[in-house]
């Protein structure tokens, strides 16, 4: 153990933070790949979307979030946000440099560059995920030869939340999404489509059946899971009972909610209307939230 | 003309505020009723949605923005957004006394009563304006014994965001907000619908196409846009030119863009991403948006 870790001991909880809801779909693919752990998870509620705002904005207001977590004390930093983690990331590391920390893309991007043996990579996320183009970057370092095609899937967000996941409407509102992409790759399709925006693993199911056959689906969520577990598991920083993810979480597979049995607890927050955060954040957490539960904090 | 108005020439702009761009539909429809008149048009798009927001959150907004209008010079406030218009007024009017100031709740309430032969009025809208209930109030205050049932339609939002405005995925979306609401009316539906979302009119024409026959549509938009000018005419505010809407832009009418030419000016200002702004500004305005014509505000 260094000794910038040495102050972290195992048993803190990790910070979970991201716009709204939709990064409850990492708190998810977290608790199932560390059901011994506890979280904090705090979204940003009164300020939401993020997509929609400039770079710097949001990494302010990343910095603003992060300290909430950071004053309770946290071992772990996990921004469960497309957009905070293009933006925020070097701002966060040199405020807190001792706090181990990542974001939804890094994870995202190599999970895809490890399912596309042609290096045909797909991208569907926010409006501001996709103009940012940190996927882009994050695949190209990996593989500079990389064919990437992204498009932003807006309406998406908006069905998740709606709590709309499956059915003709989102079949349909699927494939104007996803033809035209398909079509930007000659042969046969991409070899992955990398679901960009954290609100969209909910509709995996959907989206993968009108995906032509063989393009896999990379989920950021369970993705960026194995990287905590294993950075947590580097540093020495694993609460006794948890054990690494094995093989069956490989990245690609989107587990069902609840299976796999959680012990630890989570404490939410939201800087805004906590009823509606516990309404909307089951769709996307996979687990019921009692309003009493979420704390509201003002930012 | 009163002391309060005689600081307010009639040659100074009409101040118009939203969240976003969804108030540019109201913009349209006041450059249609009054097509001399000039007009400053804020949206706080750093800051948007507001449907999300606690009321006293998005009462302090308003004071912000309409503080913007009123220092370059205003002669009267249009508050083009559901949620602002059913929590800022009293506020605004407080702090404001000499500025003539109306919402859109009230006209729309307004028009729905003089379209509800039975007292039956059906009401759309985001989540945040069907909570607050504000056109039951409005509604209620004029008919004590309407009834009135409101249902929330957040992806309309989006389908207008995203310029999907009709076809298929449109009519499909609009039957399943709209066939449940029109069931919990007996014999034949409600009497009108009331549009109480500044997006929903550019899916005016779908979404009446999915009505049981006789149902009026009721665009607030639009029956704002009368409203100011009878204000603005009552006050001796008009600019010279200005002609008081005909019959033929009665209430439930959804003129289409650029039916009347105009000759007045428009300047803009957004408290985020001018660019956007601009994009999707123009599918509500009807018009097209130059990004350097919209200012950046820090708010």
Redesign the interface.
């Known amino acids: 153990m260094t000794a910038e870790t040495s102050a972290l001991p195992a048993n803190l909880p990790i910070g979970v933070f991201d716009s709204g809801v939709g990064g409850l779909t990492v708190l998810r693919a977290l608790r199932q790949a560390l059901p011994a752990e506890d979280f904090l998870y705090l979204g940003d ?4 979307p993020y997509g ?3 770079g710097s ?1 949001v990494a302010r207001y990343a910095l603003q979030t992060t300290r909430v977590l950071v004053d309770i004390g946290v071992k772990m930093l996990v921004v469960a946000c497309n957009t905070a983690s293009s933006v925020a990331m070097p701002g966060l590391c040199a405020a807190y440099p001792g706090l181990p920390c990542t974001g939804v893309i890094e994870p995202g991007a190599a999970a895809a560059c490890g399912c596309a043996p042609r290096g045909r990579i797909a991208v569907i996320a926010t ?1 501001g995920t996709v103009r940012g183009a940190a996927y882009q970057g994050a695949i190209l370092r990996r593989r500079p030869e990389a064919t990437i095609c992204s498009r932003p899937a ?2 998406f ?3 998740a ?2 709590g ?1 996941t499956d059915g ?2 989102v079949t ?2 699927a494939r ?1 999404y996803l033809d035209p992409l398909m079509a930007e790759f000659p042969e046969g399709g991409p070899d992955c489509l990398v679901l960009g925006c954290t609100h969209f693993p909910v509709l995996a199911r959907a989206i993968q059946a009108v995906l032509p056959e063989g393009v896999r689906l990379i989920d950021s969520a369970e993705t960026t899971a194995r990287w905590v577990a294993e950075e947590l598991a580097a540093r020495g920083l694993l609460r006794p009972g948890s054990d690494l993810p094995g093989a069956a979480g490989a990245a690609g597979a989107t587990p069902g909610p609840g299976t796999v049995p959680t012990k630890g607890t989570v404490r939410f927050f939201a800087t ?2 906590p009823e ?1 955060f516990a309404k909307v954040g089951e769709i996307f957490l996979g687990e019921s939230i009692r309003p009493a539960d979420v704390s509201l904090v003002d930012l």
Do not use: F, N, P
């Open positions: 509620t009164a300020r939401l929609t705002k400039s904005t409006g807006q309406l967000v908006s069905l939340e709606e709309w003709q409407i349909d509102i104007r805004d209307d509606r």
